[in-house]
């Protein structure tokens, strides 16, 4: 497989293709490991057919009204390294009215010129989810289209099935290593730019990168975090708070994802970086001083280098 390949966005249309379209159906939040199978198997029936693989999503579509596991554009970056060449993003607010029959000939025959359709067996289309799996099935054999439909994917002694909720509740509480695990080493992240905070970090000893998090993405269990950065091709390893910094944010409203770095004072403000949540150490707390604070930041720091090390991340300090 192709892990350097960079997938093509496209929003609503896509160009026409006479040799047609492997396309893996679905939303896809948090591209777990139900996910990846499919998408997988799309990759692959592609490249052995001699056609395009694509995976359709939607936008305006949260199930949740938590916030996305995965945006667009982290979708994409996850797609690229599975090898897909097409990603296309349709608006669920200009389809959600549309017969799920009309969704089959408008969007699957017109748009896609789909030649395989792969999805789960939960995945859901037209007006007030009327069409299903078994309707796919009978217009796939209707139109001369291959249709494979999966099955759930089972985790754990307990055989729970894999799904987007499940990441979510995961994430909610914390439990950052079981969402890896559930999304076959993905760990949750955020990425952005990186924003000037208070510098009270920087006065305590301790400089950090501050992300703001995006409105529209899921929000983790605040707390503090054993977490790795991605700038350019590095990585990086430290501690992340995420949340409402209690102690020295007095409004209390904008939640950011701040960052100390383990042996760095680099200047990048303005650089775009990732943050991928590897561990929990802590719940958020309040403190009754900057001195407080600072000791709690040691400790977290001793923390998350004794879990690295014993992780075999990365060698003791």
């Known amino acids: 497989m192709n892990n350097t390949i960079t997938t093509v966005c496209y929003l609503d249309t896509l160009p026409y293709l006479h040799k047609g379209r492997a396309v893996a159906l679905g939303f896809f939040d948090g591209i777990h490991a139900g996910h990846q199978q499919i998408i997988r198997q799309t990759v692959k029936t592609a490249a052995l057919e001699g056609m395009t693989s694509t995976v359709m999503t939607f936008t305006n579509f949260n199930k949740s009204e938590e916030g996305l596991l995965t945006t667009i554009e982290e979708k994409r970056e996850l797609l690229s390294a599975l090898g897909v060449d097409e990603l296309l993003v349709l608006d669920f607010k200009q389809i959600k009215d549309m017969a799920a029959e009309d969704f089959l000939n408008e969007i699957i025959m017109m748009k896609l010129s789909s ?169 958020e707390c309040k403190f009754d001083s900057v001195d407080e604070l600072a000791a709690a930041v040691e400790h977290d720091k001793e923390s998350a280098k004794t879990w690295l090390s014993k992780s075999g991340i990365i060698f003791p300090v």
Request: glycine share 14%.
């Open 115 to 283: 030649r395989v359709m792969l999805a789960g067996t939960d995945f859901r289309f037209g007006k007030d989810a009327a069409g299903d799996a078994d309707l796919l099935k009978r217009f796939g054999e209707e139109k001369g289209i291959e249709v494979r439909v999966f099955e759930d994917k089972l985790y754990g002694d307990e055989k729970r099935r894999l799904s987007s909720t499940w990441l979510r509740e995961a994430a909610s509480q914390g439990d950052v290593e079981l969402y890896g695990k559930l999304c076959g080493g993905k760990n949750f992240s955020y990425g952005g730019i990186v924003v000037h905070g208070n510098r009270l970090g920087r006065q305590l000893g301790f400089p950090t990168a501050n992300l703001v998090i995006p409105e529209e993405k899921f929000k983790v269990r605040r707390g503090v975090y054993v977490s790795r950065v991605l700038l350019g091709g590095r990585k990086l390893y430290g501690v992340t708070n995420v949340g409402l910094k209690p102690t020295v944010n007095e409004s209390g409203e904008e939640q950011t994802a701040e960052t100390f770095i383990f042996d760095f004072d680099e200047d990048i403000y303005g650089a775009r970086i990732k943050v991928e949540l590897l561990r929990f150490l802590r719940p």
